[in-house]
């Protein structure tokens, strides 16, 4: 319990330190999402219900839990597979290299990363940052499908093979040959690109990212349109 308690405070604390005096949460009157309620609220009960998770292997050499971060009320939510190193000592998502070249994209998308709801397939970081298997993968499937459900993004940009196939439940699909393509989730459009730390490694495919994130917010304008520019 004290865990959680601690990571709700870095929380509290994350959002005081970029000038919130309350968690940046936009309630609509305009019926697009409902049945949702407070959903800052529902983060926490959440959270509250994760607890200090034992359901996996996984919890065995963990540091924290890293449940998420950014605005429950999110129009954009990016998904990547698993907490790294500096992601399970901060109990913070896609805070490393990998992270900050991501908040450099969501920057040059003309948002900012609070804005934006950010998570992973996985809560916990595998051991020396092998991919999540397969039953660690669907003991934390869950908790990420309900934060999708709380927080009902317009649309979800997933980083990386693992998250690409979990989300759309095919483990033979190839990076390279559906990145920047648009598939359905639950009703909610998915783009899959290429994770951050790939990217790292092979800088010049960075503007095939671009071109997915432009294809991202070019469908955000249309939905903005469709809501009547909310």
Not at 9 to 31: H, T
Not at 56 to 76: M, W, Y
Not at 204 to 228: H, M, Y
Request: contains cysteine; proline residues 6%.
């Amino acid at each position: 319990m004290a865990k959680i308690v601690q990571e709700i405070k870095n929380a509290l604390e994350f959002y005081q330190a970029l000038g919130y005096e309350r968690m940046p949460v936009r309630l609509r009157a305009d019926g697009r999402r409902p049945g949702i309620g407070n959903k800052e609220s529902a983060m926490v009960l959440l959270r509250e219900e994760i607890g200090d998770c034992r359901k996996c292997k996984l919890s065995q050499k963990r540091t924290h839990i890293v449940f998420g971060e950014g605005n429950p009320d999110a129009r954009l939510m990016f998904i990547g597979e698993a907490p790294g190193r500096e992601e399970d000592v901060q109990a913070r998502p896609f805070v490393g290299e990998a992270g900050m070249l991501l908040t450099r994209l969501i920057e040059k998308m003309g948002l900012k990363r609070e804005e934006v709801y950010i998570a992973n397939i996985v809560k916990c970081r595998p051991p020396m940052n092998r991919d999540p298997e397969k039953d660690e993968i669907q003991q934390c499937r869950e908790f990420l499908e309900r934060q999708i459900d709380i927080i009902r993004p317009d649309i979800i940009m997933s980083l990386g093979r693992i998250a690409a196939s979990t989300l759309m439940g095919n483990e033979k699909l190839k990076i390279t040959a559906i990145r920047g393509k648009i598939f359905d989730y639950r009703g909610i459009p998915l783009v899959p690109t290429f994770h951050p730390a790939y990217l790292m490694r092979n800088p010049k495919d960075k503007w095939l990212t671009w071109n997915d994130a432009q294809k991202v917010l070019e469908r955000l304008e249309r939905s903005r349109q469709d809501q009547g520019g909310v």
